[in-house]
């Protein structure tokens, strides 16, 4: 009986911790938290904050110039930019690449959407971007409604977009 009182204790510890740890409050970098604030610089030296945006459907892409599955990806990108125009914003954030190096990667490059970079690599970390590219889509009330790790096709960026338009 001893034993059994014991072993509960430490269940409904372990519970406890758990739930906790899950808990960190509204913002984060899942499926269904607020997107965490951040601000970054575009190619033009320009302040763009993820916040600005509310009330619009944004598509988070994390990419860099060395990553083969990105270069493939961003004409993509670029198609469905140019097929929604002002019902969606694209970020592309270069991650821990220097300006110069940007620059020169899209030198024949005619992507319109904005490029911002984080040469810091502290966004990247703070939405624990593991593997490049990641593309996050944020609803307009500011709550990530997909995450997908690794390049994703134009139909599926076009989908992820209806849903985060849909409100998740």
């Known amino acids: 009986m001893h034993?059994?009182?014991?072993?509960?204790?430490i269940v409904v510890a372990i519970f406890i911790i758990f739930a906790v740890m899950s808990d960190q409050g509204e913002e984060g970098s899942t499926v269904g938290k607020t997107a965490y604030d951040f601000t970054l610089f575009d190619l033009e030296g320009n302040e763009v904050r993820l916040s600005d945006f509310r009330g619009k459907v944004v598509y988070i892409n994390y990419w860099a110039?060395?990553?083969?599955?990105c270069k493939t990806e961003m004409p993509a990108m670029e198609v469905l930019y140019r097929e929604l125009g002002d019902d969606?914003?694209?970020?592309?954030?270069?991650?821990?690449?220097?300006r110069a190096v940007v620059?020169?990667?899209?030198?024949?490059?005619?992507?319109t959407?904005?490029?911002?970079?984080?040469?810091?690599?502290e966004v990247m970390e703070l939405y624990n971007v593991r593997g490049i590219p990641t593309n996050i889509f944020v609803d307009g009330e500011g709550r990530i409604c997909s995450r997908y790790n690794g390049a994703i096709s134009l139909e599926?960026?076009?989908?992820?977009?209806?849903?985060a338009d849909d409100g998740c």
């Open 88 to 98: 969606l914003v694209i970020l592309a954030v270069n991650v821990q690449e220097r």
């Open 156 to 163: 599926m960026m076009k989908q992820a977009v209806n849903e």
């Open 65 to 69: 110039t060395w990553c083969v599955h």
């Open 3 to 9: 034993s059994f009182k014991y072993v509960a204790v």
């Open 113 to 121: 959407y904005p490029i911002l970079l984080d040469e810091k690599g």
């Open 103 to 111: 620059d020169n990667f899209l030198v024949d490059k005619d992507y």
